[in-house]
Antibody
Framework: QLLLQESGPGLVKPSETLSLTCTVSGGSISNTAYFWGWIRQPPGKGLEWVGS???????YYNPSLESRVTLSVDTSKNQFSLRLSSVTAADTAVYYCARRGGFCSGGSCSFHFDSWGQGTLVTVST | SYELTQPPSVSVSPGQTASFTCSGDKLVRKFVSWYQQKPGQSPVLVIYQHSKRPSGIPERFSGSTSGNTATLTISGTQAIDEADYYC??????????FGGGTKLTVL
């Protein structure tokens, strides 16, 4: 059974960098069938995709966050990580890591997140 | 950038059919997924590629897409189905986009 577990500080000061790690167990992060992603959810609000990464370190970012987001992967530890710089209160959210399946064909893509971590709340505050 | 629009809420009585809509430009050309999220829990994939059900998802969940609208249908709605439901699709402008979510209340 695939398990994903987020870890990292629950409190970050404004203007600093948020750093989270997702540890994958029960499956290999190097599986070429999948990307790995981060999705966040501000309290009481909807889901927002942050970014996705392949085991080879190919990345895709939400254009609205791209200037502040960096994803990385460590295949030796079966982990991938998120860094979000210059955070503000608007970045307060539950951050989920997830496995992304799907494919691209004929100019369109089918992406879906089929396994999710439990999520971790990150609060941006002094 | 691309947007998916969902109504904020849907209410049904137990045993009835619940329908959730998700609207977006030329949505039929994109592959739509649906997620269920119960309070305090992580989202769960219930439909992908418009109409496919992952293993373990009950048959009462079904999906379809026509034109600019995708629909998630729950037949014989149960109290345990009370949750928020999100649609999601790919677009070249944003890569992955979620709808704003619809809250299902089972009366």
């Amino acid at each position: 059974q695939l398990l994903l577990q987020e870890s990292g500080p629950g409190l970050v000061k404004p203007s600093e960098t948020l750093s989270l790690t997702c540890t994958v167990s029960g499956g290999s992060i190097s599986n070429t069938a999948y990307f790995w992603g981060w999705i966040r959810q501000p309290p009481g609000k909807g889901l927002e995709w942050v970014g996705s990464i392949f085991y080879s370190a190919t990345t895709y970012y939400n254009p609205s966050l791209e200037s502040r987001v960096t994803l990385s992967v460590d295949t030796s530890k079966n982990q991938f990580s998120l860094r979000l710089s210059s955070v503000t209160a608007a970045d307060t959210a539950v951050y989920y890591c997830a496995r992304r399946g799907g494919f691209c064909s004929g100019g369109s893509c089918s992406f879906h997140f089929d396994s999710w971590g439990q999520g971790t709340l990150v609060t941006v505050s002094t | 950038s691309y947007e998916l629009t969902q109504p904020p809420s849907v209410s049904v009585s137990p045993g009835q059919t619940a329908s959730f809509t998700c609207s977006g430009d030329k949505l039929v050309r994109k592959f739509v997924s649906w997620y269920q999220q119960k309070p305090g829990q992580s989202p769960v994939l219930v439909i992908y590629q418009h109409s496919k059900r992952p293993s373990g998802i009950p048959e009462r969940f079904s999906g379809s897409t026509s034109g600019n609208t995708a629909t998630l249908t729950i037949s014989g709605t149960q109290a345990i189905d009370e949750a928020d439901y999100y649609c999601q699709a790919w677009d070249s402008s944003i890569y992955v986009v979620f709808g704003g979510g619809t809250k299902l209340t089972v009366l």
